[in-house]
């Protein structure tokens, strides 16, 4: 069975499951996915079965829709298919569709360089500010200063102290 998964805003984790009808997309209630988001049209899209495939219709949407970042007014779903009408976000999974050759080994090659991948610790945190790391040079110039100041405030106190004791 194939089954639309939520990814982004209101419907973030939800399924719809494609059960034979039509299953229409848009921002109104009569919809059988009614997003609440103004960058979904009113009546958006439609998925409809088509054989063995699910052809996905835009309806003349105002933001349009996409498939795997690509500008589409119809185009037939694949599993892994990401989908987006205006600004929210859906998966397309399907059990019964086979992925083509290509779409396979993108994902059999993502799967690997997950399973490689190890999480470790940087060496350095400094690229992580967006105004760059501190100059040294800088912090040894106001360690000097503060160190001034604190001597002068000494200086002070000393002074003011002896003024008050002398009166």
Known sequence: MAVLIGMSGDVKGKNF???GE??????NADNKVSINNASVSGHHAVIARDGDNYMLRDLGSTNGTRVNSHETKEH???????????SVEFLFNSETISMDDAQSAVFTKTEEMVADSS???????????????????NQAMWGTILI???VVAVLVVIYLFFKLITV
């Open 17 to 19: 499951p494609l059960d």
């Open 22 to 27: 039509d299953l229409t997309i848009g921002r």
């Open 76 to 86: 037939v779903l694949k599993p892994k298919d990401l989908i987006q009408f205006g």
């Open 119 to 137: 999480t470790a610790r940087p060496e350095s945190f400094n690229s992580i500010s967006p105004f760059g790391a501190r100059r040294r040079e």
């Open 148 to 150: 001034a100041l604190g």
